[in-house]
Nanobody, 128 residues
Framework: QVQLVESGGGSVQAGGSLRLSCAAS????????MGWFRQVPGNEREGVAV????????CYADSVKGRFTIARDNAKNTLYLQMNNLKPEDTATYYC?????????????????????WGQGTQVTVSS
């Protein structure tokens, strides 16, 4: 089992920045690839960014490319999402997830259904 705990959400004005963190209870060998997803009530969950176990491969949703950066520090068992130039449409609950197995899936085949472990979510609200 892997427990994931997100932090860093909050309220910010458009154009501002936030950094989300996700602390994992086990090492990268247990988490494998990790990612950030977001969801607005009434909408489907959306993949935001995914990073490989060693951080050498990443995927981003088109809507966040150039604004968000995913990173991980395996020495601290922590995943990050740096969010810059935030827009009102970025408002959502953000979830950290871990695939829970080794291996990398190409970006065009990534799916939230492949992620076994999920955090409780952290709210991000961007006002115009």
């Amino acid at each position: 089992q892997v427990q994931l705990v997100e932090s860093g959400g909050g309220s910010v004005q458009a154009g501002g920045s936030l950094r989300l963190s996700c602390a994992a209870s086990r090492s990268a060998y247990s988490t494998g690839s990790m990612g950030w997803f977001r969801q607005v009530p009434g909408n489907e969950r959306e993949g935001v960014a995914v990073i490989s176990m060693y951080g050498d491969s990443t995927c981003y949703a088109d809507s966040v490319k150039g604004r968000f950066t995913i990173a991980r520090d395996n020495a601290k068992n922590t995943l990050y999402l740096q969010m810059n130039n935030l827009k009102p449409e970025d408002t959502a609950t953000y979830y950290c997830a871990a695939r829970g197995q080794l291996g990398w899936v190409p970006c065009n085949m990534q799916s939230g259904a492949d992620f076994r472990y999920w955090g409780q979510g952290t709210q991000v609200t961007v006002s115009s």
